[in-house]
């Protein structure tokens, strides 16, 4: 039915241009419509709008119409993946805000932790250094004694020695057997 529609719309447009060639050349004998030229214009547009209300009009007022339905389907599909693309994005940014508060946890729990333990080292080594420090006073003060007592007796050595030097120089032989029998004696009195 269609293709009948155009033939007849294809003969018709073609009576038009031949009738608009004949009036151009004005050539006689020749098909002559150049004076209906108007008419015959508005009957082949009317012509065509008839052919396409009875073949054509409802397949492209439906095509329209599905297009129409698929653009709003679209529009909404969209509509509908925005908002949920939004609904996502702040759920992506509540959960990067909570790792980034995890994250702050973290380093405030690590400096923490961090703070006790140079706390702990530095109360470690000030125990170290004390028992060091003590070990070396305790070395030192017994050295000390050690050179004193050698000092001592060394000097009380040399001192019972010159001493002895001087009261055999200074005494007498009697005077030596008195000196050491009293010694003996008081000895034998301490220790009966």
């Known amino acids: ?53 009875l073949l054509g009009w409802k397949p492209f007022v439906a095509g329209m119409r599905d297009r129409e339905e698929t653009t709003r389907a679209l529009l909404a599909d969209a509509d509908r993946v925005h908002r949920e693309a939004q609904a996502k994005l702040r759920e992506q940014k509540g959960q990067m805000e909570a790792i980034d508060e995890q994250i702050r946890e973290v380093l405030a729990e690590a400096e923490r932790d961090a703070a006790h333990t140079r706390s702990e080292i530095r109360i470690a080594a000030d125990r170290e250094a004390a028992i060091a420090q003590e070990r070396a006073e305790l070395e030192i003060s017994r050295t000390r004694d050690q050179s004193l007592h050698s000092i001592f007796e060394t000097l009380a050595g040399e001192l019972a020695n010159r001493t002895e030097q001087r009261l055999r120089d200074s005494m007498s032989g009697d005077r030596q057997d008195r000196l050491v029998s009293a010694a003996l004696a008081e000895f034998a009195s301490r220790h009966k």
């Open 1 to 53: 039915m269609f293709v009948l529609l155009a033939g007849a719309a294809l003969f018709a447009l073609q009576s038009v241009c031949l009738a608009v060639d004949a009036h151009a050349t004005g050539e006689p004998g020749e098909w002559n419509m150049a004076e209906d030229l108007p008419f015959w214009g508005i009957v082949a547009f009317v012509g065509f709008l008839i052919a396409l209300k």
